[in-house]
Nanobody
Framework: QLQLVESGGGLVQPGGSLRLSCAASEVTLDYYAITWLRQAPGKEREGVLC????????NYADSVKERFTISRDNAKNTVYLQMNSLKPEDTGVYYCAADPFLCGSDIVREYESWGQGTQVTVSA
């Protein structure tokens, strides 16, 4: 059974950077598309970036263009979300979700598996 664990969240000042990790054990992520989603306080969850099985990347949030990147390290069985030039509006809980085919959906239950999330707080 695929289990995902997010890490790397925390408190960062505006303009700072964080790298989130989405790691899996026992099941290789090579065969999965991985989507990073986030949920800001009082807002609906939204898809942010997806990397598919062929390492094609799709951005679902205009607000993160040129600031966030997604990548995978197959040797470490981990997908990363590099977040630069962070803004207070990036604050929220960030989740990763995996599915062989699905990318970008805002609904985590549509994915085969998803993690518990990691909190990102951008504040001075």
């Amino acid at each position: 059974q695929l289990q995902l664990v997010e890490s790397g969240g925390g408190l960062v000042q505006p303009g700072g950077s964080l790298r989130l990790s989405c790691a899996a054990s026992e099941v290789t992520l090579d065969y999965y598309a991985i989507t990073w989603l986030r949920q800001a306080p009082g807002k609906e969850r939204e898809g942010v970036l997806c990397i598919d099985r062929n390492n094609g990347i799709t951005n679902y949030a205009d607000s993160v263009k040129e600031r966030f990147t997604i990548s995978r390290d197959n040797a470490k069985n981990t997908v990363y979300l590099q977040m630069n030039s962070l803004k207070p509006e990036d604050t929220g809980v960030y989740y990763c979700a995996a599915d062989p085919f699905l990318c970008g959906s805002d609904i985590v239950r549509e994915y085969e598996s998803w993690g518990q999330g990691t909190q990102v707080t951008v504040s001075a």
